[in-house]
């Protein structure tokens, strides 16, 4: 990416949907209106959110994901193999279903709304998965764009359930090998078509790091399978992502982000704990950039990540999506000076801590406090690059 000014401005992805959008992804869904007619709402949809995060001095931009019902369960529109199915649908075939009433009990959102990819196939690519996404949006603008795609762990992690996918795939591990395929050919596309950033989203991994094999699992996309040790599962991660990078042109930059939830507008339901867990393989993936939030204290201190190897950019999260409050620009400002003991200007880029729509029904802010939040983001990285 070039021209870009110091701190540049970016969002993780997701923007608000409107009522339109999301009336119209489950008549999709529901097989009620055809592609063309979804995709001249979403057409629509994504201009007015290009058009918001322009005016609000957003540097790399998204598409908002509005065609996405969530962060990964539309590619299930896009792959053979591969079943939606609500968290409620689920509980025929999970192993534990006592734990899995469980934790739905303990969820701050209905079981029925939320819907997990689930394989019950051979897994293979219908259609590319975000190319057209990206195609289309860069016929409407000038500026670098984002595009987002779900993580080889998380889509492995969360798509395996033993009595449907066992008979095409004996362990995650095969899965495993496919998922990177889909991804790896995905890349490919978008490096021959100009794209400059993919953004690999695995919020998963905190619900790795923070609770053992065995324990209740909280809510982290629905990764429901059987995890081994926090060890052997994170370096499994670590594996997955740089087979999918491995080897692309430096031109375009790869990031992955980590969060710890962004489902609920309820603090108290979302994981909690420093990076500290996660540096030494963050430290050994192949990304260039990592996105992580540290907008609450729930992320811990950003002093952690002076452990990570000097090459390593930051995606700083400095907004909270979750809140209707508006930070100050001090806020951001204290947050990115704290980062400056530890990375040089150039490889900070500056974004809230996560998307403001990760799920389309289930939105945790709206289109008016994003752009507000935007817009701080923005004033902040303006006073940053008048200090440099």
């Known amino acids: 990416m070039y021209n870009l000014p110091a701190f540049p401005v970016t969002v993780v ?18 097989g ?4 063309a007619e979804f995709n001249a709402i979403a057409d629509e949809a994504v201009i007015e959110s290009l058009k918001s995060q ?30 939606l199915m609500t968290l409620a649908e689920m509980l025929d075939y999970v192993e534990d279903k006592a734990a899995f009433e469980q934790l739905l009990n303990a969820l701050d959102v209905p ?4 819907k997990n990819p689930v394989v019950d196939g051979k897994i293979s690519r219908s259609s590319s998965l975000v190319l057209q996404d990206y195609l289309f949006l860069k016929e409407h603008t000038t500026k670098p764009i984002k595009v987002t795609l779900p993580g080889p762990y998380l889509l492995t992690r969360s798509m395996w359930v033993k009595k449907l996918s066992y008979d095409f795939y004996p362990d995650k591990e095969s899965l495993g090998d496919d998922v990177v395929s889909v991804l790896r050919q995905e890349v490919l596309d978008l490096q021959n078509a100009g794209c400059e950033f993919v953004q690999f989203d695995e919020p998963v991994l905190t619900e ?20 081994s040790s926090p060890e052997e599962e994170l370096n499994f991660a670590v594996e997955l992502i740089n087979r999918v ?37 963050f430290s050994q993936m192949h ?35 979750r809140t209707t409050e508006v930070e100050p620009v001090d806020f951001v400002l204290g ?9 040089e200007p150039e490889q900070i880029y500056l974004n809230p801590d996560c998307g403001f729509g990760t799920f389309a029904d289930r939105p945790v802010n709206s289109a008016e406090i994003a752009s507000k939040k935007l817009q701080v983001i923005h004033e902040a990285a303006e006073i940053l690059r008048s200090e440099i």
């Open 32 to 35: 009620r209106v055809t592609d």
């Open 54 to 83: 322009e005016a609000d001095g957003v540097d790399i931009v998204s598409d908002g994901e509005q065609r996405r019902d969530n962060f990964y369960s539309f590619i299930t529109g896009c792959m053979d193999g591969i079943r």
């Open 13 to 30: 992805g997701s923007m608000p949907r409107s009522k339109a959008v999301s009336r119209a992804l489950r008549d999709k869904q529901k």
């Open 208 to 227: 790795v790091a923070f609770t053992g094999p065995h324990e209740t699992h909280s809510f982290m996309c629905a990764a429901l399978s059987e995890k």
């Open 335 to 343: 947050k990115v000076r704290n980062l400056l003991k530890h990375r």
């Open 245 to 281: 990078v491995d080897g692309v042109d430096g031109k375009m930059k790869t990031a992955l982000h980590v969060c710890r939830g962004n489902w609920s507008q309820e603090e108290d339901v979302l994981l909690r704990g420093s990076y500290d867990l996660l540096i030494p393989y």
């Open 111 to 114: 079981a029925f709304a939320l």
């Open 287 to 321: 990304v260039n950039q990592l996105v992580l939030e540290y907008a609450t204290e729930r992320a811990g201190s950003i002093d952690v990540l002076g452990e990570l190897p000097p090459d390593k950019e930051i995606g700083l999260g400095v907004v909270d999506p």
